[in-house]
């Protein structure tokens, strides 16, 4: 059982690219979330799904595109890096989005945006 | 709108003394408050949540948290500190207008000294 597992681990884009940051879990859970961190701030929802097919937005969700095709996994896209995104990324799930559910975090993705 | 404040950026403890990190919410209904720990280039790992019941919670490696629904904390304890223990923690409350996500609060950097 690997949990939540994420790719890249580190990551380096100049402004303007995009790419994809991978999420992954084999824990058969209906919720994952991405989260944002930075010094000072804690941790930030971007964005997250309730199930396959159903997305939406967090607390800051602009400049990043999110998909659920299938329950285990929940990629998160960034359509044009700007400097501001530089930030350790997290994927969570959790069983059922219940109140008292546990959420489960990766290992995080270290993106520099230069 | 729900919120966590913890209101000290790093507590430092020598090794064998106890330990507080202090975390206190703003919640419309019910808290939901969990704790989670970072350690350096890590994920965030699961404490301990209150959910309902008695207001001291234990939870893994010791730790525990006390719930004051008066004083709206849920602070973090621990009778006698390990260098271990030293690490980034946050305390996070579930936001029922974010599909039961978690808010988390800014974290607060452990520093045990031998």
């Known amino acids: 059982n690997a949990g939540v597992t994420q790719t890249p681990k580190f990551q380096v884009l100049k402004t303007g690219q995009s790419m994809t940051l991978q999420c992954a879990q084999d824990?058969?859970?209906?919720?994952m979330s991405w989260y944002r961190q930075d010094p000072g701030m804690g941790l930030r929802l971007i964005h997250y799904s309730v199930g396959a097919g159903i997305t939406d937005q967090g607390e800051v969700p602009n400049g990043y595109n999110v998909s659920r095709s299938t329950t285990e996994d929940f990629p998160l896209r960034l359509l044009s890096a700007a400097p501001s995104q530089t930030s350790v990324y997290f994927c969570?799930?959790?069983?059922?989005?219940?109140?008292?559910?546990?959420?489960?975090f990766g290992p995080g993705t270290r993106l520099t945006v230069l | 709108a729900q919120s966590v404040a913890q209101p000290e950026d790093q507590v430092n403890v020598a090794e064998g003394n106890p330990l507080t990190v202090k975390c206190t919410y703003s919640v419309s209904g019910n808290p939901y408050l969990f704790w989670y720990v970072q350690y350096p280039n890590r994920g965030l790992q699961f404490l301990l949540k209150y959910i309902t019941g008695d207001n001291l919670v234990k939870g893994s490696y010791g730790f525990e948290a006390e719930f004051n629904k008066s004083q709206t904390s849920f602070h973090l304890k621990k009778p006698s500190a390990l260098v271990s223990d030293s690490a980034l923690y946050f305390c996070?409350?579930?936001?029922?207008?974010?599909?039961?996500?978690?808010?988390f609060g800014g974290g607060t950097r452990l520093m045990v000294k031998p």
């Open positions: 996070a409350v579930r936001d029922m207008n974010a599909g039961n996500m978690l808010t």
């Open positions: 824990m058969n859970h209906e919720y």
């Open positions: 969570a799930s959790s069983p059922t989005g219940g109140r008292t559910d546990t959420q489960y």
